[in-house]
């Protein structure tokens, strides 16, 4: 049974920096598309980074430039390098495994999701 566990999530001051980390079991996380999405309170999930099967990745407009995702694939592990933070980036983070070699924005998207780890930026 594929199980996803992020961890790295906490409480920053704006300008800092944050590493989120998922690790899957049971999935071929080299092989298929991954991603992080976030919800903030009362607002609409939404699609931060994915990286493909073949290391492309996408990010939304609103991180380009401070936000990094990458694949440990040895590990099995889905990273989010998140710098100069924002605090319109607090919000709970969820790690999210497809079982598709591309990947899209849409959360049906994906079949697979972590527990979520909460991110908390301060101005």
């Known amino acids: 049974q594929v199980q996803l566990v992020e961890s790295g999530g906490g409480s920053v001051q704006a300008g800092g920096s944050l590493r989120l980390s998922c690790a899957a079991s049971?999935?071929?996380?080299?092989?298929?598309?991954m991603g992080w999405f976030r919800r903030a309170p009362e607002k609409e999930r939404e699609g931060v980074a994915h990286?493909?099967?073949?290391?492309?990745?996408t990010y939304v407009d609103s991180v380009k430039g401070r936000f990094t995702i990458s694949k440990d694939h040895a590990k099995g592990i889905l990273y989010l390098q998140m710098d100069n933070l924002q605090f319109e980036d607090t919000a709970m983070y969820y790690c999210?495994?497809?079982?598709?070699?591309?990947?899209?924005?849409?959360?049906?998207?994906?079949?697979?999701w972590g527990q979520g780890t909460q991110v908390t930026v301060s101005s």
């Open positions: 049971e999935y071929r996380a080299s092989r298929y598309c």
């Open positions: 990286i493909d099967g073949a290391a492309r990745t």
């Open positions: 999210a495994a497809s079982v598709s070699l591309t990947c899209s924005n849409e959360p049906q998207h994906y079949t697979y």
